[in-house]
């Protein structure tokens, strides 16, 4: 099935697009108004009075070029209980996730595999055969945007009274050339039928223009669905109310330990991995090294850790490395979803945000993973503190020892031998995180710092 290209004189009014998307979480370059430029559009079929237009759109604030995925409604009537963007014409803007007419258009176009071609550019839904089944024309359609703190936007779709799983659909906001690792990862560990993922249910593929590679054309994931698992808690805020009544979390944390062991093991299997080469390593020590640079550069209360920064990862060259694999990339407890009756559930493969595509589709080192979620119950003292007055330093140290416990014992692979590459790996998400607090929530800034600061006094005792 094929949608006709979109007319002309669908494109965005960019100042007034520009001055809503510079107030939302998903929007990078905190603090800047965006230089937009619109590089592509395509329509959705949609019911009369109404157009649905995905507008891509490249940010070009100097030094941060990033393209965004903004889809818009426009609306003749206003649409009750949804806070218009404001109004171009004699037409409503709506931020479409938010219009359930865009929802069942988009899920139309998944569930049918339909190409829709626009302004410069096409987009592609494709289903997963073995997905969960739906009916976007179904009148019991509802749906409703995820709200938190989020880096893209998900919608959660739900046929009421009928029984039929709902689906949760993640519109990816910072777009880039290259398959989504969340896509490709989550649909590969659901394909070998690991209970740790939910189950996939199709997404959105794109092309569009750009100048920047040889071809002048990228391609990219735009969107990505699979099953909502309903009652469902975030792993973090079951941690922070653990950590709060100060209850034992280690046989929680142990479990989720084996958890993040059998989605390494089930991603080497199913797709690549290698030993890691001298180069490697040295790759990865010099990624580490810039990453130390940018963040005093941005932090300077960090500068006066640089040498000590320096001797952890002169360590961790010395250290055995494992073999490298497809990873999560940012795992933590954000990421987590507890759901009665399985257990531990894993989200959000996309990797780093902050981190380029290329790199976060690399093989890494599995080693990473654990960092990011050693470092999370390290937050869970850390929020408590800052937020509380609580100190739970001896719940994270006793759940830090519970996760790599069961993470070594169900890997095989002893964490007590590589300390010093987990060491690496922990400075090195500390360092990303301070980045992304100063960016974000910069009242949080003093976590990662303190993390930052027990690495360094390690190494200088
Ligand atoms: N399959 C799912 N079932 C239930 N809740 C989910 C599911 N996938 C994601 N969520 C919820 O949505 C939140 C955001 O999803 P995530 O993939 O982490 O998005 P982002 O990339 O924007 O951080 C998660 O923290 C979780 O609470
Ligand atoms: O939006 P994402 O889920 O992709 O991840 C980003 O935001 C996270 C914050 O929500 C950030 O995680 C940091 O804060 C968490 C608590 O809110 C904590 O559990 C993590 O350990 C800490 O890294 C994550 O780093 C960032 O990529």
Redesign the pocket.
Known sequence: MTIPPAEPGSGADLSLVGEWMASQRWFANKGARPMLEEIGRWELSAPAGARFVTHLLLDHTPGKPLLYQVPLSYRRDPLPGVEPIGRVGDDWVVDAPRDPGYVAALLRMLAAGAEVAGADTWARGGRNPAAVPFDADSPALTSRVLSG???NTSIVAEWTGTGAVPVICKIFRAIHHGDNPDVELQGALAAAGSPVVPRAVGHVVAEWSDRGRPSGRARGHLAFAQEFLPGAHDA?RVAIESAAAGEDFSARARALGVATAGVHATLSAALDSRPADQADIEDTLESMARRLETAIAEIPALAPHRSALEDVLRLARSTSWPALQRIHG?L????VLDVPGRGWVMV?F?G??LRPMVERNRLDNPLRDVA?ML??FD?VAG?LAVTGGIDASEWARAARAAFAEGYGEASGDDLGERHALVDAFEADKAL??AV?EVRNRPEWLPIPVAGIERIAARVRN
Do not use: F, M, T
């Not at 933590?332 to 990421?335: I, N, R, S, T």
């Open positions: 703190e989020q880096s973090w940012d933590h407890l954000g990421q959000d996309e780093e945000p990011g470092r999370s937050y929020s990303y995180e992304y």
